[in-house]
């Protein structure tokens, strides 16, 4: 079916600033744009639509040079469309 994926990523200071986040199915494929984290205390947040099937994976990826403590809070919401 399709879904669609919301997530929301916040930091404390300087700790996420230069990190990526992006939405990867089955652990290889990414799903929609890479977002950077360009400011400090500024969150990301992104919208994408994902084709899956029965089985299929998908992970919130964050890379990058992190902090320890870094990231305050993280959400993701999946909503089947079809």
Do not use: F, H, M, R
């Amino acid at each position: 079916g399709t879904y669609q994926i919301t997530y929301n990523i916040s930091s404390a200071g300087l700790g996420l600033l230069g990190a990526s986040t992006s939405i990867v199915k089955n652990s290889t494929t990414p799903v929609g744009p890479n977002i950077q984290l360009v400011s400090a205390n500024v969150g990301a947040t992104n919208t994408v639509l994902v084709n899956a099937a029965a089985g299929d994976t998908v992970q919130l990826v964050i890379s990058g040079l992190l902090t320890i403590g870094a990231l305050n809070n993280a959400t993701i919401v999946i909503e089947q469309l079809a």
